[in-house]
């Protein structure tokens, strides 16, 4: 693979394998968020209508996530723990491929392994309940390598995989509309549309839109903007007791910041992908601290600009980084600050966020790719 060495190569999956030997066990003991789910899958596989009730907390993935587990819902007929241990192992994959290709980025492991430990505590969470982040991070980082190398379709294709598989990455899509990649906007809402009618065709055509549409109702409902306590601006509203004007008014303040970047990130792929995902991340209704492992991609492109050496920038980035990490999380809040520790994820998104909004400010104008 471009950027790692035959030694980087092998030394990547040794420290896998050992990290796969860790948290596997963990995943299978504790994880519970792919139970659920697999039940969705035994209901396609018999024919049971999906979307009749919501889960017990959040939302149900889409519908073509459903139809992507059905090898794990049969294995888990014969041992629920195999399941959830293959699971896991895809999930560590997915993070070595995501650090395979950051190496592209950077001259030496440096950069990626502080970037690693930037998103450590969401990382060990998603382990803990065995959901999906790392899946979205291997599709938002093949997203940005397949621009850089000028694959503008192939890229849009896997962030419509990431849509069809978690739905909020969608508001990546803003990067291919605000840099007018038209081939990759409509290769990304191809795959999503029809990946997500298409898992459930096993319905029929009347009934897999119905079945769509039953999760997008569900869905809505599961999450009144506002009313639940998350690490996303929708959590701040439930968190501070904001207003729902307020929130949106600060959601649509992050995405018009956000579009500045992004407009001025035509010729750098892996700052407006990571800008992307980190406002896609902040306007989710529903946002878990395992999401802000999305915020690789954000650090990886902070952590490799120019101007790293700038004091003040350098000052927000190491704020940022404690909240990012989690590690105030473990008993270490000063007293003083514990009404932002209740939002320790969000607060460490958005000033992450705001140093890429600056790094972007201060680029020279874009320069549009030739279609």
């Given amino acids: 693979m471009e950027g790692v060495t035959p030694r980087a190569g092998r030394w990547l999956l040794v420290i896998g394998a050992l990290y796969a030997a860790i948290v596997i066990p963990i ?12 039940s969705q899958s035994e209901r396609l596989l018999g024919g049971v209508p999906l979307y009749q009730a919501p889960p017990g907390k959040g939302m149900w993935w889409p519908p073509f996530t459903a139809f992507g587990l059905v090898p794990f819902a049969l294995v888990a007929r014969w041992s629920l723990v195999v399941a959830k241990a293959f699971w896991a192992a895809l999930n560590v ?32 969470s998603n382990f803990e309940h065995l959901n999906i982040t790392p899946i979205l991070l291997v599709l938002a980082m093949a997203a940005a390598a397949d621009l850089r190398a000028g694959r503008e379709a192939r890229a849009g294709a896997w962030l419509g995989l990431a849509t069809a598989i978690k739905a909020f990455p969608a508001l990546v899509f803003l990067y291919f509309l605000l840099t007018r990649r038209w081939r990759g906007l409509l290769a990304g809402s191809a795959v999503a ?14 009934g897999a839109l119905h079945a769509v549409l039953a999760w997008g109702r569900l ?13 996303s601006l929708a959590g701040f509203g439930a968190l501070y007791g904001w207003s729902a004007w307020a929130v949106g008014a600060l959601s649509v303040a992050c995405i018009v910041a956000a579009a500045v970047a992004l407009y001025r990130s035509a010729a750098a792929p892996l700052a407006g992908i990571a800008a992307a995902s980190l406002v896609a991340v902040l306007c989710s209704p529903i946002a878990w601290l395992y999401y802000h492992t999305l915020a690789f991609p954000g650090w990886l492109a902070a952590l490799t600009h120019p101007p790293l050496s700038a004091p003040p920038r350098r000052a ?38 705001a140093v890429l909004v600056f790094d972007r400010l201060h680029q020279p104008p874009p320069v549009r790719p030739t279609q």
């Fill in 316 to 353: 927000v980035l190491a704020a940022a980084a404690l909240l990012t990490s989690g590690v105030l999380t473990f008993g270490l809040y000063p007293r003083w600050l514990r009404g932002i520790g209740a939002a320790n994820y969000t607060w460490g998104s958005l000033l992450l966020l």
């Fill in 93 to 124: 994959a997915c993070l070595g491929w995501s650090l395979a290709l950051a190496r592209r980025w950077t001259s030496g492991w440096g950069p990626v392994a502080l970037a690693v430990a930037a998103v450590a505590k969401p990382l060990q």
């Fill in 219 to 231: 869905s809505r409902d599961a999450a009144p903007f506002g009313t639940v306590v998350t690490q």
């Fill in 27 to 38: 995943g299978v003991h504790k994880g519970g968020d792919i139970v659920a789910e697999l």
């Fill in 193 to 206: 549309a029809g990946l997500t009618v298409g898992a459930m065709l096993s319905y029929g055509p009347v």
